[in-house]
C-alpha cells in the first residue's frame, strides 16, 4: 500500500511541475509566425538554391563557365555550358541548368567559384507537385529578373 501512495505522491509533483512550466509560458509572447499572412524575412545565412550574379556594369552573368562549380558539385546538379565570342578575352556562359531536387545545399560550388559568380538565393517559397518545377536555367533567371 505504501507503494501506491509513492507513485501518487510522485505523479502529483511531476504535473505539479509540468503544470508550471505551462503556466511561465503561457504568458511570454507570441513567436509563432502566421506565415502566409506575415511573410518571413530571411536571415543573411539562409541557403536557398544557388543563383547566378550579374556584372553590376555589364549586366552580363559574371560566370565564364570555366566548370569549376560543376567539377565541385559531390551531387552533379549543375550543368553548364560556354562559349568564347569573337573579340571577347573570357567566355560566357551560355547555359547553367541546376536540378534542384538532387541538389544539397552544400555551398561547394559557391566555394569553389573564384569569380564570385554564384550564390544562394533567398527564394523559400518553393513548393510543386512536378519534378520540371525544380530544373531552373539559371541563364534565363537571370535575364528575367532585368
Keep these: 500500500m505504501s507503494e ?6 510522485g505523479g502529483s509533483k ?21 506565415y ?3 511573410v518571413p ?11 547566378l550574379l550579374k556584372n553590376e556594369e555589364t549586366g552580363k552573368p559574371k560566370c565564364v563557365a570555366c566548370g569549376m562549380c ?13 562559349k568564347k565570342p569573337e573579340g571577347e ?11 534542384f531536387t538532387t541538389c544539397s545545399l552544400c555551398g561547394s560550388c559557391i566555394e569553389s567559384c573564384n569569380f564570385k559568380a554564384i550564390d544562394f538565393s533567398n527564394e523559400y517559397n ?4 512536378r519534378k520540371e518545377d ?13
Excluded: N
Excluded at 525544380?134 to 532585368?146: A, N, P, S, W
Design 4 to 9: 501506491y501512495w509513492k507513485d501518487v505522491i
Design 134 to 146: 525544380y530544373i531552373f536555367d539559371l541563364v534565363k533567371r537571370l535575364k528575367e529578373q532585368g
Design 126 to 129: 518553393l513548393a510543386s507537385t
Design 89 to 99: 578575352k573570357k567566355k560566357v556562359v551560355t547555359k547553367y541548368i541546376l536540378d
Design 36 to 38: 502566409p499572412w506575415d
Design 41 to 51: 524575412v530571411m536571415t543573411e545565412k539562409f541557403r536557398g538554391h544557388i543563383e
Design 70 to 82: 560543376m567539377r565541385a558539385c559531390p551531387s552533379g546538379c549543375i550543368t553548364l555550358a560556354g
Design 14 to 34: 511531476s504535473l505539479l511541475v509540468g503544470l508550471s512550466i505551462t503556466a511561465k509560458e503561457f504568458f511570454k509572447p507570441v513567436v509563432t509566425e502566421q
